[in-house]
């Protein structure tokens, strides 16, 4: 069974300063997709970043990077010049081929920015 | 349109009535899901519908019925609830079949008292 696994519960940073938050998986398939969604307190799961397990360079998007190093099995992320906006619950999450539609996510890890 | 709707985004309901919560995407996704999340947990599956039948059902109790009525709409009946099924109640849909990730509803979070 797939399994991802945050260390983090809860993270601070200053504000414009660059994050890591980290996130380690474990799975047998060798064809898997690896997420980052963001929760703010409202609710709502917003997709950040995808990283496809045979990419091969790793994956950005504008602030957001995804720092894939296959062998560890890690896809820590990466958020550079932090706002206050990014304070929120950050889940990192994956779907394998083999087993359908079926996306488990991390703990998660609170992200808390610093004016 | 690449947005998952649901409704309502609030509900407070008692332990012997019986709520639906409701879900729409016009992405033309032929996979979708519910999610159960607690507070300062990460969102647990529940349901996989894959064009309009269900496909995964995570041993949840049969308190939960969900329902597809076509590849646009996902329908979560809800019927004689504990408190401890307080939560927020994610939908999502995705392609079928493909690794790439979901779209999620802002979800419903529902009070049962």
């Known amino acids: 069974a797939q399994k991802i696994t945050q260390t983090q519960p809860g993270m601070f940073v200053q504000e414009k300063e660059a994050v890591t938050l980290d996130c380690t998986y474990d799975?047998?398939?060798?064809?898997?997709?690896l997420f980052w969604y963001k929760q703010p307190s409202s609710g709502e799961m917003i997709f950040l970043i995808y990283?496809?397990?045979?990419?091969?360079q790793n994956a950005t998007e504008g602030r957001y990077s995804l720092n894939f190093q296959k062998a560890r099995k890690s896809a820590n992320l990466v958020i550079s010049a932090s706002q206050l906006g990014d304070s929120a619950m950050y889940f990192c999450a994956m779907r394998e081929a083999h087993y359908l539609n079926d996306m488990r996510f991390g703990a998660g890890t609170r992200l808390t920015v610093k004016p | 349109d690449t947005e998952v709707t649901q409704t309502p985004k609030h509900l407070v309901m008692g332990m012997t009535n019986k709520k639906s919560l409701k879900c729409e995407q016009h992405m033309g996704h032929r996979a979708m899901y519910w999610y159960k999340q607690k507070a300062k947990k990460p969102p647990e599956l529940m349901f996989v519908y894959s064009y309009e039948k269900l496909s995964i059902n995570e041993s949840v109790p049969s308190r939960f019925s969900p329902e597809c009525p076509n590849s646009s709409l996902l329908n979560l009946h809800l019927h004689a609830l504990q408190p401890e099924d307080s939560a927020l109640y994610l939908c999502?849909?995705?392609?079928?079949?493909?690794?790439?990730?979901?779209?999620f509803g802002s979800g419903t979070r529902l009070t049962v008292v």
């Open positions: 990283q496809g397990s045979y990419d091969q």
């Open positions: 999502a849909s995705s392609e079928w079949g493909t690794p790439h990730g979901y779209t």
């Open positions: 799975t047998s398939d060798p064809s898997y997709g």
